[in-house]
């Protein structure tokens, strides 16, 4: 993965980060968080996991005692997560490329909010897609992909979608499966935009035919995206 892509990714993190920011950096990190509705009213308290298409919020309100709130996806707009010093160190390590100790804390963040993949918001997703780079760099492609894949179902990561499959791909590649990851590539180019920031397919098509010693193909497959930019 390119020096550039990484940096994208940890940017991406960074600003999911700031967008937060004001929700979490005041929360404990006793298990406390909030749960914010449709209609923008917050309420706090320990967050009980994600059941039956409901968030569970458990809070303690005077003389009422423990009050248990169930709120349906559609009317989630925001959830914030205590333990902010733990992403704000996550998102530092990610921009140091710190791999290894960025995956345990990313690993640690995802395990706190993974029960509630299917109500975050398209920034809080950040932290997963940094996650997948974490694992790719520290040799867990496999469970990249997994993640990527599982993304790849999720309404608030659509606008994103193609930069899945880029790490889907690239898992592929990296742990040697040359004939998924041809097939991959073959797909990927087939629906690749011209002009598009990425050329992974062409790439990894190439590599192929280079190792195997097609060298023709190999600069064909090289030119395509320079054909595909004259036409922009």
Known sequence: MS?????????????????????????PTSGEGSVTNAQGRSFKGELRGFVNGQVILVSREGSAGEVTRRFNAADVRAIAFPGYEL????ADLVANEKWPEARDALETLAKQRGPYLEVLNASDLGLFFALIDARMHTHAEIDAIALARRLEQLDAAADRRAELSDMILLGYWQLGLIDEAKLLAREWCAKATPGG????????????????????????????????????
């Open 3 to 27: 020096r550039l892509h990484r940096v994208i990714v940890a940017l991406g993190f960074v600003c999911a980060i700031a967008t937060s920011a004001q929700t979490n950096a005041f929360l």
């Open 197 to 232: 920031q990425s050329t992974l397919g062409w790439r990894v098509l190439g590599e192929i035919a280079l190792r195997d010693a097609h060298n023709e193909d190999a600069l064909w497959i090289a030119l395509e995206p320079v054909a595909y930019a004259s036409f922009e």
């Open 87 to 90: 992403v704000a160190t996550a």
